[in-house]
């Protein structure tokens, strides 16, 4: 596999990822609500690291896109 097809490959994996926390985040929502306070200071359950496992999954899908076809991130 080349570099790049592995670089693909882990950018897909992160956005499937996203994609099923995204799916499960709307399944609870839907279940119980999800309130302010719960979205952002949660300590337990689903949403404890919510934010900040999506926001650092995000930030690397970006990052790998620019990787992939060889732009800079300003």
């Given at each position: 596999m080349s570099d790049i097809a592995a670089l693909r490959k882990e950018k897909q994996e992160l956005i499937d990822k996203m994609l099923d926390m995204q799916q499960q985040f709307i399944a609870h929502e839907h279940a119980h609500g999800v309130t302010g306070?719960?979205?952002?200071a949660s300590e337990e359950g689903l949403l404890a690291?919510?934010?900040?496992e999506y926001a650092e999954m995000?930030?690397?899908v970006v990052d790998l896109a620019h990787e992939i076809v060889g732009s800079a991130r300003n």
């Open positions: 306070k719960d979205y952002w690291n919510y934010r900040h995000a930030t690397r």
